[in-house]
C-alpha cells in the first residue's frame, strides 16, 4: 500500500477511536447518568495521548472522566496510560 493510503486509513482510525472519549459533564448529568467503571477508565487511559491533543482545541472533551465510580475507573485509567507509555519495562531492560 502507498503511503498516504496508511496514513489516510490511520487518520480515520484514530478518530473513530476517538469516538468513545471522556465528556465534560455539568452537575447534573453526572447524577442522572450511570458513572464509568473500570473498562471506560481502561479506554480511556489507552486513548488519553489523543484526547489530550483534541482537548487543546476542544471544550466538549476531556482526558479524565467526571463522572466515574473512583477507584475501579481510575486502576483502569493508570492501567491503560501505563499500556501506552511503557509501563516503565523498557527502563529495566538491557541495552
Known amino acids: 500500500m502507498k503511503k498516504t493510503t496508511i496514513l489516510l486509513l490511520a487518520l480515520f482510525a484514530i478518530l473513530l477511536l476517538n469516538s468513545c472519549t471522556a465528556d465534560t459533564h455539568n452537575i447534573a448529568q453526572c447524577v ?3 458513572p464509568k467503571g473500570f473498562w471506560y477508565g481502561l479506554w480511556h487511559g489507552i486513548i488519553s495521548p489523543i484526547t489530550f491533543i483534541i482537548s487543546l482545541f476542544s471544550d ?35 541495552k
Open 32 to 34: 442522572t447518568t450511570e
Open 60 to 94: 466538549s472533551v476531556g482526558i479524565y472522566e467526571a463522572n466515574n465510580n473512583g477507584g475501579w475507573y481510575n486502576f483502569g485509567y493508570i492501567l491503560g496510560c501505563g499500556m501506552i507509555f511503557g509501563g516503565g519495562s523498557s527502563a529495566s531492560s538491557k
